[in-house]
């Protein structure tokens, strides 16, 4: 048997404003400090330990991530980035209030702009400044893998080629790994771990700053999940 880890970074100063954030690189709240340190001190106190780590490039996964480390005195361990790991892309709703989204377009709508995995927010146009084909660290995605914007199951898509061909090799030969990425990247992570419906995927939460343990038999079929407390 061996474990897998999957962690939401702490809470960003958007999810603190109730703004819709996807790719926009905004940095942890000050309370997420202290939640990454607690998610830390819970993984220690649990006996965990780890290998190596994946995350986003985005700064809210990163410093969580580091702060995780540092608690466990593993800041040592190989770390890789990717951007198939990134919040899903929120389109032309990224920087937006979701209450004021809510009263403009209706509540249900954006609950399934949020939450349906097929629902698509409203697109971008490449010459808006939030496009990422502006930004250097995107510069080697192809015009087919910078989206405009990302429903979850286009998440799925740029999500699973990582998982199949980076972190699942990791796990079989045998390196405890951490997986500290976003609220929608994870989602559709665990809703293939877990062979979850779409109607199970929309009712799928997964909290900030909480470790979720996956206990995985030698073909890396999942025994259980839980939740650390
Ligand atoms: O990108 C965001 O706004 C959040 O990280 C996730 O938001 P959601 O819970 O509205 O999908």
Redesign the pocket.
């Given at each position: 048997m061996q474990n897998l880890v999957l962690l939401r970074h702490g809470q960003s100063q958007?999810?603190l404003e109730n703004?819709?954030?996807?790719w926009t690189d905004v940095d942890l709240s000050e309370q997420s400090r202290q939640e990454a340190a607690r998610a830390g001190q819970l993984l220690l106190r649990h006996g965990y330990g780890f290998d190596m780590a994946f995350t986003s490039v985005l700064k809210r996964a990163i410093k969580t991530l580091d702060i995780v480390l540092e608690e466990l005195d593993l800041c040592w361990i190989p770390v890789q980035k990717s951007w198939r790991l990134n919040?899903?892309f929120?389109g032309a709703l990224q920087g937006l209030n979701?209450a004021e989204t809510s009263e403009q377009y209706g509540a249900e709508q954006v609950q399934r702009w949020?939450r349906d995995p097929h629902a698509l927010p409203p697109a971008l146009s490449p010459d808006d400044p939030r496009y990422p084909g502006h930004d250097p660290r995107y510069q080697h995605l192809t015009a087919r893998e910078l989206p405009l914007t990302e429903n979850l199951s286009q998440t799925m898509a740029r999500v699973l080629p990582y998982w199949t061909e980076q972190i699942i090799p990791a796990m079989r030969s045998h390196q405890r790994v951490l997986v500290c990425a976003?609220?929608?990247s994870l989602r559709a992570l665990v809703q293939y771990i877990d062979h979850l419906t779409d109607a199970e995927v929309t009712q799928l939460d997964i909290p900030t700053g909480v470790p979720l343990v996956y206990e995985l038999d030698d073909d890396l079929n999942r025994i259980r999940h839980f939740y650390l407390e």
């Open positions: 958007w999810n703004r819709f954030t996807g919040e899903r929120y979701k949020r976003h609220g929608n």
